[in-house]
């Protein structure tokens, strides 16, 4: 049986010393892995470049017609990214509109390289 990661807050972006600042803490190494485990799977970084792409929300019909996946499915991967904070979705009537969230993506990218992001 898979070992199961705790649970942590990830509404906000990562902020912690960049990893080669020097030995990370074990809390700050759990942080950056689970946002990075959400970025572990081709539908969701294929999701995430659309909506950055995007000049308006999307919904999750157009993302999955996008993708070539059941709504359920995008809805599901829409749910990891959410929670590691990279995505915003915000209910309009019947349909869900979603934004990336770009700062949490700059904290990672920051987190893993001081440089990448000046």
Do not use: N, W, Y
């Amino acid at each position: 049986m898979p070992k199961t990661l705790p649970t942590i807050d990830m509404t906000q972006p990562v902020c912690c010393a960049p990893v080669a600042a020097g030995p990370a803490d074990d809390a700050s190494a759990l942080d950056v892995a689970m946002r990075l485990k959400a970025l572990a799977d081709p539908a969701r970084v294929k999701l995430i470049s659309l909506l950055f792409a995007a000049e308006e929300p999307s919904t999750t019909g157009s993302l999955a017609a996008a993708v070539g996946l059941s709504e359920s499915t995008v809805s599901h991967h829409l749910g990891q990214l959410r929670t590691a904070g990279f995505v915003a979705s915000e209910r309009q009537g019947i349909r869900v509109h979603h934004t990336a969230r770009r700062d949490a993506l700059t904290a990672l990218c920051r987190v893993l390289d001081p440089g990448c992001c000046a």
